[in-house]
């Protein structure tokens, strides 16, 4: 069993957008992996459209890799919206490990020369939230709302 765009379920499974889609297949040869390939495509053309249709997006990834974006999942899913960015209210957050937040620095710079309103600094916290960690997050949702 493989499967794909499990990327959009997390990026859609919260709160306002109730949206979780999986591709679940198997293929020998590659024939129906092919076909699975195109449905995926299709949800993230139709992911496309529900981010054209928000005025404000919250977007969430940890520092992976050596301070970057998940590379495999997260960072070509983001990339394929940033077009779209321009205008819209974005916020940022993450968890980070040991590094100094460069991946979030880097994160909002990019949105911003998306033409992205970043409204505020991208919340970060290292590893497990804590409560005021938490609050900076709903802070972030209620400007975001405004
Ligand atoms: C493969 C991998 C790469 C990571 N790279 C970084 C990094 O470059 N900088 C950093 O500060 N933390 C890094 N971390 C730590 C994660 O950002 C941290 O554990 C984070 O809390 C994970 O968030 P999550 O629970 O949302 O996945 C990495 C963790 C993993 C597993």
Redesign the pocket.
Known sequence: MKHCSAVYSEMYGKENIHMKTAVIYWSGTGNTEKMAESVCAGMKEAGADIIAACDAIAF?????????L?ESEFEPAFSSFESLLAGKKTGLF??????????MRDWQDRVISDGAELIADGVI????PDDAALAECRDLGAKLAA
């Open positions: 969430g990834c940890p520092a992976m890799g050596a301070e970057v998940k993450g968890s980070y490990g040991w590094g100094d937040g460069a991946w916290c290292m590893n497990e």
